[in-house]
C-alpha cells in the first residue's frame, strides 16, 4: 500500500499538468449533461401541458365539468357529431402537411436529413405516432363512433402533434452533423446544384444538368421517395410551356412584315399608268404632212 501511495504521488507530481484536460473534459461533460437534462424538463412540460389541453378538449365536448367523486361512462354508447372531431381532424391534417413539407421539398431534405431518417429514435416515435393517429381516425366528422373512440383518438393526435414538434426541433438541431466532412460537402454541392435546377432563368439544358448531378450527389447520402422526386422533376421541367410560347410570339411579328408587303407592291402601279397614255397620242402629228403633197402634184 505503501508503494502504491509513493508511486501515486511520483506520478501526480511528474504529470501534474494533466489536472487542466482533465478539469476541461470534466466541465464539458457536465454542460453536456445539463443540456440533456433541460431538453428532457422541456419534453416532460410539453407533453404535461399538451395532455392538459387534451384533458380539457375531452371535458368540453362531453360537456361536462371535472368532478371530484367517482364517475360511471358508458363507453359504448354513441357519440353525436360535434366540432371536436372537426378540429381533430384539422389539427392531424395539418401536422401531416408539416410532415410532408419535409417529404416532398429536396431542399429542406438537404437542409435537414436527419427528418427523413427513420433510424433516429425521435423520428422513429413520430412514425409511430403517425401510424396510430391514422389508424384510430374516424371515416368522417359524423360518422357514428363511441365516446372511447373518440377519446383515443384524441390521444393520438395530440401524441402525434408532440412527437413531431420534437422530432423537428431535434432535426434543425443535428442538421448535417451526423454526417462527415466529404459528406457535407456532397450536400453543399447538391445545395447548390438545386439553386441551377429550379431557376427559372437558366435554360433547360443546364436545369437538366444540374438535376442529374443532384441525384448523384445525393446518391447513398438521402434517400429521395418517389414523391419527392417527382415534385423535383416538375420543378425542373416547368419552363418548357412558356418558352415555347415565348419563342411562337417572337415569331408572329417576323411574319407581319412579309404579309404587308405584297400588299403595298400594287402601289406604285397606278401611278405608271398614266405616264403611258400621253405616248399614244403623239403618233398622229406626222400624219399630217402627206395630205399637203397631193395637191402639188395635181397642180
Known amino acids: ?9 511520483i506520478f501526480a507530481g511528474n504529470y ?19 443540456r440533456s437534462a433541460k431538453r428532457r424538463h422541456e419534453r416532460r412540460l410539453e407533453t404535461l401541458r399538451v395532455k392538459a389541453d387534451l384533458k380539457r378538449a375531452q371535458l368540453e365536448a362531453r360537456g361536462q365539468t371535472r ?3 367517482p364517475e360511471v361512462v358508458d363507453t359504448t354508447a354513441s357519440v353525436a357529431p360535434n366540432h371536436l372531431l372537426e378540429r381533430l381532424f384539422s389539427e392531424h ?37 403517425k401510424k396510430t393517429a391514422d389508424a384510430l381516425r374516424p371515416d ?20 402525434y402533434a408532440v412527437a413531431f414538434e420534437i422530432a423537428e426541433r431535434d432535426a434543425r438541431r443535428l442538421r448535417d452533423s451526423t454526417f462527415t466532412e466529404p459528406e457535407r460537402k ?3 454541392r447538391a445545395q447548390q446544384l438545386l439553386k441551377v435546377a429550379v431557376d427559372e432563368s437558366a435554360t433547360q439544358a443546364e436545369r437538366n444538368v444540374a438535376y442529374r448531378r443532384v441525384r448523384d450527389e445525393l446518391e447513398g447520402l438521402i434517400l429521395l421517395s418517389d414523391e419527392a422526386v417527382q415534385v423535383l ?27 404587308s408587303a405584297p400588299a403595298s407592291a400594287p402601289a406604285p402601279e397606278p401611278q405608271a399608268e398614266p405616264e403611258r397614255m400621253p405616248l399614244a397620242d403623239r403618233p398622229p402629228a406626222p400624219r399630217s404632212t402627206p395630205p399637203r403633197t397631193f395637191p402639188g402634184t395635181d397642180a
Request: hydrophobic share 45%; net charge negative.
Open 1 to 9: 500500500m505503501d508503494e502504491f501511495i509513493r508511486g501515486f504521488w
Open 16 to 34: 501534474w499538468w494533466l489536472v487542466f484536460p482533465i478539469l476541461g473534459m470534466a466541465g464539458g461533460a457536465a454542460k453536456a449533461w445539463e
Open 67 to 69: 368532478r371530484t367523486g
Open 93 to 129: 391534417d395539418e401536422i401531416t402537411a408539416r410532415w410532408l413539407d419535409y417529404e416532398l421539398d429536396v431542399a429542406k431534405l438537404i437542409a435537414f436529413p436527419a427528418m427523413s431518417d427513420g433510424r433516429q429514435p425521435l423520428v422513429a416515435a413520430f412514425l409511430r405516432a
Open 140 to 159: 368522417a366528422a359524423d360518422a357514428s363512433v363511441t365516446e372511447q373512440q373518440v377519446s383515443e383518438y384524441l390521444d393520438a393526435v395530440g401524441a
Open 186 to 188: 456532397r450536400l453543399d
Open 233 to 259: 422533376e416538375k420543378q425542373v421541367a416547368r419552363e418548357l410551356p412558356s418558352s415555347a410560347s415565348r419563342t411562337d410570339a417572337t415569331q408572329e411579328p417576323a411574319s407581319a412584315p412579309t404579309e
